[in-house]
């Protein structure tokens, strides 16, 4: 019996914390042997029991499903935090290409060459959008759409169905997947009275 108190008091160091095989605190959550292998876990009497045992791969079993489950967390926010700033910054370009057709539509037929430039300018931007998987959505006659239209009037008009697209102020564009990156700004149809 004194001899199993030294072998514990050997065990535990000064500060009476356990310590395992090499004199070293076991890790938190895991047993010091290895579990699930053809060796029986040690214990301070020599011979652990078939319950502690199962206890410490009980609790190994706990932890590793609990990094599984941090890891894919942070795998998710990493994506999320990757798709927001994506569309940060394909918001700021659409205010660009925006700019570039405003620019077009005020151009002259006196001003063909310009007019040239800056529609092969349009047509870089889109093209670069689409590059990046974005595509801008013809709303003129489509049926109004709270996800993707954002409407800034009603007009009376006999050119459109009642409640379809009458005319876009700003363009609507998602991503392949039909996502929407920004909702387009329309004026919208009503049967006259």
Known sequence: MQEQDREVR???GQGG????????APEEGCAPAEVGGSQPLADAGGAASLAEQDQWRER???VAADFD???KRAQREMEQAKRLERERVLRSWLEVVDSAERALSAVTEADSVWAEGLAGMVRQMEAVLRAHGVRKVEAVGQPFDPNLHDAIATVPSDAQPDNH???????????DDG?????ARVVVARRPR
């Open 10 to 12: 050997e065990q535990k």
């Open 17 to 24: 914390e356990e310590r395992g095989a090499a004199g070293h």
């Open 60 to 62: 190994c079993l706990r």
């Open 69 to 71: 489950n941090y890891r």
């Open 165 to 175: 697209v009458l005319h876009v102020e700003r363009g609507a564009f998602v991503f």
């Open 179 to 183: 996502a929407v990156l920004r909702p």
